[in-house]
């Protein structure tokens, strides 16, 4: 939050001048982030290490052929819309969708398969200040927002369909380079590393009271937190639409 509040603070004292729309633009592209949910992947652990410690059967007769293994990375689409009230000044909305999946497959005492389905979802809304530094044909732009980060876990064949369903707040930095196509289009590509702070984790224990029902109280609270901290690689293709702003050399 303080690293945050000092982007803010830094790109607000270099002087904003007339806040004259000159021009907006919009995005569409792909975004991963590598996020450990230690909290999840402690209750998939303990799922499988409960329901099959001994010779891969579970307490219900049914046996393993496949675990669900852990979830560090989440993959979705990504949008952005921005205005650009002065041509270094920039504010912006940004939109990640991320998800994973995760299959569990096992035989019951009859020889019917039976496919267990995990998904996690998490979408982050975003809203901040950011500058443009121009250096020639390529730019690049230092900003941050703050989010509201919603996550979800849907399950099949799972007793709850949605044992996880908690939205929290958070703050993003990020620099983006972008790649214009040339001087005059308006299209361009924009590779944006970022970085993730919420500022509350999202918390696994009722997930894990829904999957393991006998032995959810032998995990520790603090086992099932989720991680607070998220690192993604965004890649989109931006349009600008100019009104009356003809892109120009930045004077530092």
Do not use: C
Not at 102 to 112: D, K
């Amino acid at each position: 939050m303080k690293l945050f509040s000092l982007i803010i603070l830094l790109l607000m004292s270099s002087g904003l001048g007339a806040q004259e729309l000159k021009s907006y633009y919009f995005g569409i592209g792909v975004n991963a982030s590598y996020a450990p949910l230690n909290g999840l992947n402690n209750v998939l652990r303990h799922y499988q290490n409960v329901r099959f410690e001994e010779a891969s059967i579970s307490p219900e007769g049914e046996s393993w052929i496949n675990n669900l293994s852990d979830i560090n990375l989440l993959v979705g689409p990504s949008i952005s819309f921005g205005y650009m009230f002065k041509p270094e000044y920039n504010i912006e909305f940004r939109f990640l969708d991320r998800r994973n999946s995760r299959v569990s497959q096992v035989t019951n005492i009859n020889g019917s398969i039976i496919k267990r389905e995990l998904f996690a979802k998490s979408r982050s809304f975003g809203f901040g200040l950011s500058r443009l530094f121009a250096t020639g044909r390529n730019d690049y732009i230092i900003g941050g927002t703050i989010n509201v980060t919603h996550f979800v876990i849907d399950a099949i064949n799972i007793k709850d369909p949605q044992p996880i369903n908690q939205s929290n707040f958070g703050s993003t930095i990020f620099i983006k380079y972008i790649f214009n196509f040339s001087e005059t289009s308006p299209f361009a590509i924009v590779i944006n590393p970022f970085y993730q702070y919420h500022f509350t984790p999202i918390d696994f224990f009722e997930l894990n009271r829904v999957m393991n029902p006998e032995t959810f109280q032998s995990v520790s609270a603090e086992e099932l937190k989720g991680a607070r901290s998220y690192f993604g690689l965004e890649i989109q293709l931006n349009y600008f639409v100019f009104t009356g702003f003809k892109k120009e050399p930045i004077e530092n």
